[in-house]
């Protein structure tokens, strides 16, 4: 049988489908204004005879389609155990939210912390910056690595930030230094709310924050260890939610 798992995110929405314990599709959509319309879109074409949902919109697509939900915390836990068998650690930065997850020996969640208040310490306010700055998404971390010093960002509140970039940029900063003190400032609140899960490696770095390479070496470098990065680090959530789908039967 096909089992489904779908994460419909604030900013992206995600679906894996398993057969037995084979990934046999993946794909991955933008959630527009309207989620749910989008993740119906996303399901076109997909067979599958079961799907569990998570993520941001769950109970939409729950009360619309009379699909099982797990939440985030969970799905995430057993996608990043499947993936990395002796994760302990997990660490998801998307769009509007950030998450740390600790778990013991058996992939069981010991205790979380999560972010979904404040766009401080999340990729919205990472592409905010991105924006300010003008540079895309994907150049914003290179661009930052190639930084020569370290410019300190005194606020984490984006609209303030986006104040103290722009008046950065007026005095004559150079962009790149102003990148690599944005990221840095990221990864002091992702390392702070890790550590009030309590660190234990090894660490798993998801969401669509972990595709960008100044924040894992930023990640890397202050805490000491390599952190896991999954080959589709956006997926963990889907995969999990698929995966307890099969489980449920």
């Known amino acids: 049988m096909l089992k489904a798992g779908i994460d419909i995110?604030?900013?992206?929405?995600?679906?894996?489908?398993?057969?037995?314990?084979?990934v046999v599709?993946?794909?991955?959509?933008?959630?527009?204004?309207?989620?749910?319309a989008h993740a119906k879109k996303l399901l076109e074409g997909v067979d599958h005879?079961?799907?569990m949902a998570t993520g941001y919109g769950r109970h939409l697509f729950e009360l619309d389609l009379d699909a099982p939900t797990v939440t985030e915390i969970k799905a995430y836990a057993v996608g990043a155990k499947n993936l990395f068998p002796q994760v302990r650690t997990i660490l998801d930065i998307g769009g509007?939210?950030?998450?740390a997850i600790s778990l013991n020996d058996d992939g069981k969640v010991i205790k979380f912390e999560m972010n979904d208040r404040c766009a401080a310490g999340t990729g919205k306010f990472l592409e905010i910056m991105a924006?300010?700055?003008g540079y895309s998404?994907?150049?914003?971390?290179?661009?930052?690595?190639?930084a020569t010093k370290e410019m300190q960002i005194s606020s984490m509140c984006t609209v303030f930030a986006e104040s103290e970039v722009t008046s950065l940029v007026a005095k004559g900063e150079d962009r790149q230094d102003i990148a690599l003190g944005?990221?840095?400032s990221v990864v002091r609140r992702a390392v702070g709310m890790l550590k009030r899960v309590s660190v234990k490696e090894p660490i798993l770095f998801a969401g669509g924050a972990a595709r960008n390479p100044c924040?894992?070496?930023?990640?890397?470098?202050?805490?000491?260890?390599?952190i896991l990065v999954p080959e589709n680090p956006q997926m963990v959530g889907a995969l999990g939610a698929a995966i307890l789908c099969s489980e449920s039967g």
């Open 9 to 22: 995110g604030s900013r992206t929405i995600e679906l894996v489908v398993l057969e037995g314990s084979q």
């Open 25 to 36: 599709e993946s794909r991955q959509a933008d959630s527009g204004f309207d989620p749910l």
């Open 49 to 51: 005879d079961h799907i």
């Open 96 to 99: 509007q939210d950030s998450k």
């Open 131 to 133: 924006q300010t700055l």
């Open 137 to 146: 998404l994907d150049q914003f971390g290179v661009e930052a690595l190639k």
């Open 182 to 184: 944005l990221h840095r």
């Open 215 to 226: 924040m894992r070496h930023l990640l890397e470098e202050a805490l000491g260890v390599h």
